[in-house]
């Protein structure tokens, strides 16, 4: 097959499957950075079939045994970064210990493609639409990486920089995210508005609760495709803590988004309109959790 | 498995040597690193019922099963699925395990000019092989994935319901 003639095929690249995280690092390096990491690659690929992207060398790390594995450590759940969003479905530890996972889950891409793609690939692209990466910030998890220089473990908060760019530095790859373990006093809510089923929503939402009876301590809210990045609505946070989800709160977080969000120029959806969609969301999720979501 | 080799980063065009179980069959070819897994099914296997449609994972005509689940061969190079257990249409025709699928997309019009058949039916599997009594909102949340654009998805709900129904209440499988 003539390669250059046809529109979607990638351009050349040499392909290392690496058995161990060191193997991997070793080879981004050896590759003078001019390396992609891959491991469910439903969003990679397509950037090299169209020519997005088109790196010297691919390096395979979805048959890395250190990358899988979810598992309870100490406060938090480990979750390996090799989950795949399949298994956030499948997973019973997922389903009890860190639920809001499990319900964002179902609106993650199509069938096929959960079946595929990972959950630290996700994060690692940090696409300010997805619905994995904002609901790290929302579950306060925390990141932990690999480098040349060891390891360490970035907290969600400090992780999205800006618009595809992440923590992650050049030759770093994502081995696991840590999630606090779920509590009994605590409560959450995920939801998006889309135009079908498994495309990009126009805007998305989760949210982690802590109450006491009926008023809430400490809620953490992130949204998603509203700007460039993932983004927590800390003054809509600010404005229920303390209280309890009456009408009259529910209005005042509704109301303080508008200092949250910043929705970029877009012709099909202006900002205002996704800024009251935001709201109407947020209304929506509130009300649940109220309901004791 | 062996480290890194530095020479392999000079050898982008060199084929490589891949192997797989494709419908049940040990297979191995020789595939250039770039080559995408449906390129591969189609060009060195002659496996022409994988369809290549929008290659970039939104239309759904080249599900296959890959290791038992509904994979899009378009969003996957051939040298990742090395070591794979790989089934397309072909081979779940040739076993019988969606015969009454197909049946019922016969019999319910639920295909026009067919392109898009073999992911539908792939993904149709699947949902019934995890949800026996799917709803029809569950089965059109399924096909979210899979373009037709000739019947208009309602034959094809249709033939997925009907055959969960009958699955369920027959026994016959």
Redo the contacts between chains.
């Keep these: ?1 003539d ?1 250059e003639e046809t529109a ?12 161990t995280i060191d ?1 991997a690092l ?2 981004y390096a ?2 003078g950075d001019d390396a992609r990491f ?1 491991a469910g ?2 969003s990679l ?2 950037a ?3 020519r997005l992207q088109a790196p ?3 390096i ?1 790390i ?1 048959h890395i045994a250190e990358l899988r594995g979810i598992g309870r450590e100490g406060t938090y759940l480990r979750i390996g970064a090799l989950t795949r969003h ?1 298994e956030m479905l499948s997973e019973p530890l997922i389903a009890e210990f860190a639920p809001l996972l499990h319900a964002a889950a ?1 609106f993650v ?5 959960r ?2 793609g990972t959950f630290g690939g996700s994060v690692a692209l940090a696409d300010p639409a997805s619905e994995f990466p904002a609901m790290t910030l929302a579950l306060d998890a925390e990141i932990e990486i690999a480098g040349a220089s060891g390891r360490r473990r970035v907290k969600a908060d400090e992780f999205f920089v800006d618009l595809f760019e992440t923590a992650l530095q050049p030759g770093e790859l994502i081995t696991a995210i840590y999630v606090p373990l779920f509590k009994a006093d605590q409560r959450y809510a995920f939801d998006e508005l889309a135009r ?3 495309d990009y929503a126009l805007v998305g939402c989760g949210m982690l609760a802590t109450f006491t009876s009926d008023r809430i301590d400490d809620i953490r809210i992130s949204f998603f495709s509203v700007g460039n990045r993932p983004t927590r609505a800390k003054a809509a946070e600010a404005a229920l803590i303390g209280f309890g989800l009456d009408a009259e709160h529910i209005a005042a977080a509704q109301a303080a988004l508008e200092g949250d969000l910043a929705p970029p120029e877009n012709d099909e959806v202006p900002p205002a309109m996704r800024l009251h969609l935001a709201r109407v969301l947020l209304g929506r999720l509130l009300g649940r959790l109220g309901e004791g979501a | ?1 062996r ?2 080799d ?1 020479t ?2 000079d ?3 060199e084929t ?1 040597r891949v192997r797989f179980v494709v419908n049940g069959r040990k297979v191995a070819c020789e595939v ?5 897994l449906v ?1 591969c099914l189609r ?1 060195e296997f002659e496996l022409t019922g994988t369809h290549a449609g929008c ?3 939104a239309c ?1 005509a080249c ?1 296959v099963q ?1 290791d038992g ?4 061969s ?4 051939a ?2 699925a ?1 070591g794979a257990r790989i089934d397309t249409i072909e081979g779940l025709t040739e076993s019988g395990a969606i015969a009454d699928l197909q049946a019922e997309f016969h019999r319910r019009n639920a295909l026009q000019c067919g392109f898009c058949t073999p992911g539908m039916l792939v ?1 149709a599997s ?2 019934l092989s995890q949800v026996a009594q799917p709803s029809r909102e569950q089965i ?3 096909l ?2 899979n373009y037709c654009r000739c019947t208009g998805y309602e034959a094809i709900v249709d033939a997925i319901d009907a055959v969960a129904k009958a699955r369920s209440a027959g026994g016959a499988r």
């Design positions: 097959m390669f979607v095929k990638a351009r050349a690249f040499s392909y290392f499957r690496a058995a193997q070793d080879a050896r590759a891959i690659g439903q690929v397509p090299l079939t169209l010297r060398l691919l395979d979805a399949c179902p891409a199509h069938p096929a493609i079946n595929r079908r089923r498994g | 498995m480290g890194f530095e392999l980063l050898e982008a065009d490589v250039a690193p770039r080559e995408t390129d060009d290659e970039m994972g759904g599900l890959i689940r509904a994979a899009h378009c969003l996957m190079f040298v990742q090395d993904n699947e949902l059109r949340d399924a979210s994935g």
